[in-house]
């Protein structure tokens, strides 16, 4: 969602009777989640209590805030093609899993007249649901080309299905299956006759807005009144597929704020309201009144070359006046601004000042990271003047000389002399360290040292309390020599503190440009870039980290006249210890209806295997390479790992007369796609850098589509795996993979709690409901 919206909050409640936890993510955009005040909807609730006028409460639940920004420098993201150029990323597509109970044999005396059917029946739903058909093709499953007709035309499916067959390999292996590639997406069907059970997965990447209409009509088609069951799975979309329809937009929301749409505007234009049509407004009223001058510029530019050429001089005369006059006015506002705006050097100094000034107490003993010795160590002077009355002792660690060029054995020296002078400091004094300052001359080889000193559990216990802080400054527009303390207190929140309830905040401040950041730090020989903004990060442990925050970045707003914004914030590990504090009853499982549990888990039947997984490539070489030559790269990468299996993926034999890898072009990606002797494989390349793989197996073998994963994986260039699910596909409400309904070791109470022919374990939970 952080992708989608500019503002995103993740929170948390805890002790939810019968639950424990309660996780909830959620985006807007224009609406601060942190600032605005709450409505009151008067929504009765069994658990949640209101918030209105609780603000301190409020904050408490949020785990995690995410405000897209351009301000403060992010990853590249796979919209970037190569520098200076950006690409349209496709909307997320989103593919249904279905389950479809009840579906008759369609009439076909024969598996292979069976896969026709099936074909035929789907291409008829999907077509007269609108949806553009590109390619059809179906298949029968391996050993089960022999079925009767009694098997595959009786609709009803010989009653009640509860057990576990042992053998017969056709009621492991669907009867017929089917793919069909469509211009919106595509739809895979493997039909089982002998159970009156389909397994659907419908992937589209436009036209969202029809999958409810395509399940219901593919359903329709495959049996009288079957029964349906559904979820959803956000996906991979496809470049240049289709024009994007206004239902996608409600059905799949707003596109990346950091790509260009599909309409050729992006969000910064958007924001300034250029190149948005009457359309584009209608669609979203938040930009406001249609503007008919935008559409008058446009014409005008297309006007005869001599009209062109005398306008632009008239232009350029009236340019000069205007320029004059706007010169004279923006030297006056700068004078008038100047007055407001502090020097750079002063703004850190307030920043820190109200940062320690989160911290309770008037004991407060702070270390800060400093240059070498000898240099300026600016927020060390700080806070050794004692202009904060808390801060009682303010110790300074230097950087060993010549850090940055020590070899390792002279590295391991120079951390074992910082270890002693943080131990020797805390030991007289009696009292550990409460802050952690980075200072801006601390060079990342000192980051490097602390963090080894620290990544030791013996060495922070020792050195730091239990709620340090960590906080560092450095210009929103950091390099490399300034953005490793990023990295820092990151790794302070997972590496030192850890668990709930630490923070990591990202600030934002921002102030009209008088000075850079180069030419206010100067005078002490520092280097940065040439911005005015300051970036604040903070890494603490509290529990009213949120409240405290708010208060702090509000004076420093009052203090330095600077528009603060919240960045970021990250929460830690969840920590069982708070989960359960002030708990005044444990769940058990006598707590609990388990009837309709157990009735479930007697009744499933799972029939299939099913994988999906999702590749994202990185790089901005590779991407740009997947840009040319990705359709290529994806088929070859499935091509090795087809024969890499071979022959446990495909059993000994293919389908006769099927081709062992069909290409379908579709918008500027393709669909690859395969029928295996035990089951299929669907590859969709998005004609960027993202990749949908969705392998289903008839056999339960986890370990090869484990395998299958990483061969794949490992045929393509630099990436990252974003989904990776593995689920059990079969009729009965299923939930469980086959192999979690194994043989009991009490046999007995099994098998009277199912039929006499099939065996399968009782859970722990029901035990007491079979012996009652």
Not at 192 to 220: C, F, I, N, Q
Not at 467 to 475: E, G, N, R, V
């Amino acid at each position: 969602l952080a992708q989608l919206f500019e503002h995103t909050a993740e929170i948390h409640y805890y002790q939810v009777p019968h639950i424990s936890s309660q996780v909830l993510i959620f985006g807007t955009n224009g609406l601060s989640l942190l600032k605005r005040p709450h409505t009151d909807h008067r929504v009765q609730t069994l658990f949640a209590t209101p918030l209105i006028n609780k603000t301190k409460e409020r904050h408490k639940l949020i785990h995690a805030y995410h405000r897209r920004s351009d301000d403060i420098s992010e990853p590249a993201t796979h919209c970037d093609a190569a520098e200076g150029e950006r690409m349209e990323s496709p909307r997320p597509g989103v593919l249904m899993i279905i389950e479809v109970e009840g579906a008759r044999g369609l009439g076909a005396s024969g598996a292979s007249a069976l896969q026709d059917v099936l074909k035929e029946v789907l291409v008829r739903a999907l077509e007269g649901e609108a949806l553009i058909v590109r390619w059809a093709g179906g298949w029968a499953a391996a050993g089960c080309a022999a079925l009767s007709e009694n098997e595959t035309s009786n609709g009803a499916g010989g009653g009640e299905h509860v057990g576990m067959p042992e053998h017969a390999s056709c009621l492991q292996s669907a009867a017929a299956a089917s793919v069909v590639v469509l211009q919106e997406g595509y739809v895979v069907a493997h039909l089982w006759p002998k159970h009156s059970y389909a397994a659907l997965d419908l992937h589209l990447w436009t036209s969202m807005h029809k999958h409810e209409g395509a399940k219901k009509a593919v359903a329709r088609n495959l049996g009288r009144n079957p029964s349906l069951s559904a979820y959803r799975i956000v996906a991979g979309g496809m470049a240049g597929a289709t024009a994007v329809e206004e239902e996608d937009h409600q059905q799949c929301g707003p596109p990346p704020l950091d790509c260009v749409s599909r309409t050729g505007y992006t969000v910064q234009s958007v924001r300034n309201g250029a190149g948005v049509g009457p359309a584009d407004r209608a669609a979203n009223p938040e930009l406001g009144p249609y503007d008919s001058s935008l559409v008058e510029a446009a014409e005008a530019a297309g006007a005869a070359e001599g009209a062109e050429a005398a306008e632009a001089a008239e232009a350029a005369a009236t340019d000069a006046t205007v320029g004059a006059a706007a010169e004279e006015a923006a030297a006056e506002e700068t004078a008038s601004v100047a007055a407001d705006v502090m020097d750079m050097a002063d703004l850190v100094d307030v920043v820190i000042d109200e940062s320690i000034g989160l911290l309770s107490g008037r004991d407060l003993a702070v270390v800060v990271l400093c240059g070498s010795a000898g240099t300026p160590c600016r927020s060390h002077a700080l806070l050794q003047a004692g202009r904060l009355v808390t801060v009682n002792a303010t110790d300074a660690l230097w950087t060993c000389a010549g850090v940055g060029a020590l070899e390792p054995p002279d590295m391991v020296t120079c951390e074992v002399e910082l270890l002693r002078t943080l131990q020797r400091a805390v030991a007289s004094r009696g009292k550990k360290y409460d802050a952690l300052v980075i200072d801006e001359s601390a060079p990342l080889a000192l980051g490097q040292i602390v963090q080894r000193i620290l990544s030791t559990k013996r060495n922070s216990a020792q050195l730091l309390v239990p709620t340090c802080l960590a906080l560092a400054t450095m210009p929103s527009t950091a390099d490399a020599t300034t953005s490793w303390r990023r990295g820092f207190l990151d790794w302070f929140r997972v590496g030192v503190a850890k668990y709930e309830p630490v923070f990591r905040a990202e600030v934002l401040l921002k102030q009209p440009c008088r000075v850079s950041w180069d030419e206010g730090l100067a005078g002490l020989g520092l280097r940065g870039s040439t911005n005015c903004d300051v970036e604040l990060g903070v890494t603490w442990t509290d529990e009213n980290f949120f409240s405290s925050l708010m208060r702090a970045i509000g004076r420093l707003e009052v203090r330095t006249r600077c528009t603060a914004s919240i960045h970021r914030i990250q929460g830690g590990l969840w920590s069982k210890a708070r989960a359960q504090a002030g708990t005044t009853h444990f769940f058990v499982k006598g707590d609990y209806d388990r009837a309709a549990a157990f009735k479930q888990w007697v009744a499933q039947q799972p029939l299939g295997l099913q994988t999906l997984f999702q590749i994202d490539v990185k790089g901005r070489h590779d991407l740009a390479r997947m840009a040319v030559e990705g359709g290529a790269l994806t088929k070859a990468a499935l091509e090795r790992t087809l024969h890499a299996l071979e022959p446990r993926l495909r059993g000994h034999k293919r389908p006769a007369s099927h081709p062992e890898i069909t290409e379908v072009d579709v918008g500027e990606g393709c669909v690859l796609l395969s029928a295996l002797a035990g089951g299929s494989v669907v590859v969709v390349w998005d004609g960027r850098g993202h990749i949908d793989v969705n392998l289903f197996l008839y056999a339960e073998d986890v370990q090869l589509a484990g395998e299958f994963v990483g061969v794949f994986k490992r045929r393509l260039p630099v990436h990252k795996v974003v989904l990776h699910d593995m689920q059990p596909r079969g009729y009965g409400g299923v939930v469980n993979f086959r192999s979690d309904l194994k043989l009991s070791g009490d046999a007995d109470l099994a098998t009277a709690s199912l039929t006499k022919r099939t065996v399968r374990v009782v859970p722990a939970w029901a035990y007491d409901l079979v012996q009652s």
